[in-house]
């Protein structure tokens, strides 16, 4: 499963900071596996066994033995061109200038723990939670099956800016469990710890770029995916939006009219 909503509030949250970072570093990548039900794990288990293709694992589904169905880690795969041919598709795992290094040091940087630090078989693509160690054992001691663990969640989702399921939009989750839409919202990005005003539409998801709110004023909202992603930065001391004439997406910053 490619959602990364099913894992782990912190392994949401700490996702959604290293694809900041990545961002900042003109990394482009991209989430691919995540949460991995015992059926999915058995599937990947009997390849290169009972079904074609080469082994990619020898954790089987019902021994619980992958981190994935824990939901405690996710796996990564470029979207740029590595090679200069022009074509992004043939890319996604290129290795060849270091790019997975690059990705698993930003991911350690925020926090995560990197699958190309294991000793054995290293799994660049893997980045995971390290609170329970390296392999699941612990988890399995303690809560038998990844059912029992995910019950353990339900009170941990914090306040905050939320990735959408599509891993580009935003949303921002209050701490009731209800979330801004229809509008402006006053509210603190966590990762710079700014302030800033943001419109949501009607669904709840935050608004980029230029945009028309619900009273009908014209609006150029940060469209530069990171930290000031979607912040109305022109805003004064007491938080009172002014209009802005255009943004200059090539030095980022507003022209006031
Ligand atoms: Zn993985």
């Not at 700490?14 to 482009?28: D, F, I, Q, T």
């Not at 839409?181 to 509210?187: D, N, R």
């Not at 710079?192 to 935050?206: A, P, Q």
Request: hydrophobic share 30%; net charge negative; proline share 3%.
């Amino acid at each position: 499963m490619r959602d990364i909503t099913l894992c782990h509030p912190r392994l949401q949250k700490l996702a959604g900071e290293w694809l900041r970072e990545c961002e900042k570093e003109k990394l482009s990548v991209a989430i691919s596996e995540t949460l991995r039900t015992a059926l999915e794990q058995d599937l990947l288990y009997a390849q290169g066994r009972t079904r074609p293709g080469k082994i990619v694992t020898n954790a089987k589904g019902s021994e619980y033995r992958s981190q994935h169905q824990w939901g405690i880690a996710f796996d990564f795969y470029l979207t740029m061109d590595v090679n200069g041919d022009g074509k992004i598709a043939d890319d996604s795992y290129n290795d060849s200038t270091g790019l997975f290094e690059r990705a698993g040091t930003l991911a350690k940087k925020v926090g995560l723990a990197w699958g190309g630090d294991w000793a054995s078989i290293k799994d660049k693509p893997h980045l995971y939670l390290s609170d329970w160690g390296s392999t699941p054992d612990r988890l399995i001691r303690e809560y038998k099956t990844p059912e029992h663990f995910i019950k353990t969640w339900k009170m941990q989702s914090d306040e905050g800016f939320k990735m959408a399921k599509d891993g580009v939009r935003w949303w921002y989750q209050f701490a009731d469990g209800t979330y801004a839409a229809s509008g402006w919202h006053w509210l603190k990005e966590a990762t710079g710890g700014t302030h800033g005003w943001y419109l949501f539409d009607e669904s709840g998801y935050m608004l980029t770029g230029y945009q028309t709110d619900p009273a009908g004023g014209r609006y150029i909202l940060c469209p530069d995916p990171g930290i000031h992603e979607g912040q109305c930065m022109i805003s004064d001391e007491k938080g009172e939006l002014r209009i802005a004439g255009e943004y200059d997406f090539e030095n980022h910053r507003y022209h006031l009219s």
